[in-house]
């Protein structure tokens, strides 16, 4: 079956046998449905988020709130007995992930260094919403038996799945409503501090 792709820019999936791929010489791949999303992020330079037309504007004007409240409604899972026991064993540093790497850095960059990407990460794979959401599907998967370890092949197998890709994306909306509180907030900041202008002398004989 061919795999399905979405476009590192508008967000839209690329059906098989059409598209772009543009790869940096950093190694950093790029896919774009269109010439249009290609010129907007390599040649315009324009972020996503600030583009009306894209699905991370979508996102970010009101339908994160929505996937949110649906990862709430499912925390009551990683309170059951036992739960609390189980090991995780998730990718670090170089081992992470490449797809969930470039989503972290469409929504939360652009181009944002290496060490800041692993942060991020690990900030996801430490957080409650990622443990209850990977044990309810590790549970779903093991059917009667308890879960006592989920390893890197589960983990990789739920990162791909649609529980998998909603959680993480909706875990990002969430991060980026921070990241751009704090944009907003530095130049008041940095207005607050500016000095006042100096009045001007008046000149004599006037």
Do not use: Y
Request: charged share 30%; net charge positive; proline share 6%.
């Amino acid at each position: 079956m061919p795999t399905r792709r979405s476009c590192s820019f508008c967000g839209n999936e690329i059906e098989p046998g059409t598209g772009k791929m543009f790869i940096r010489k950093d190694g950093t791949v790029f896919l774009f449905c269109s010439h249009k999303c290609q010129s907007n992020m390599l040649h315009l330079g324009r972020v996503p988020r600030w583009t009306p037309w894209t699905q991370a504007f979508r996102r970010a004007a009101g339908r994160a709130v929505a996937e949110e409240a649906i990862v709430a409604e499912e925390a009551p899972v990683a309170m059951e007995p036992g739960l609390a026991t189980v090991t995780i064993e998730t990718p670090k540093g170089k081992d992470i992930p490449a797809d969930l790497g470039d989503l972290i850095d469409k929504r939360l960059g652009p181009d944002l260094a290496r060490g800041e990407l692993e942060r991020f990460f690990s900030g996801f794979v430490g957080s409650d919403t990622f443990r209850t959401s990977i044990l309810g599907w590790a549970k779903k998967k093991h059917g009667a038996k308890p879960v006592t370890h989920v390893d890197k092949a589960e983990f990789a197998a739920w990162k791909d799945s649609q529980e998998g890709r909603r959680v993480f994306k909706a875990w990002l909306d969430g991060q980026w409503a921070q990241v751009k509180g704090r944009k907003r907030e530095q130049p008041e900041e940095e207005a607050a501090e500016a000095p006042a202008p100096k009045a001007k002398k008046a000149k004599k004989g006037t």
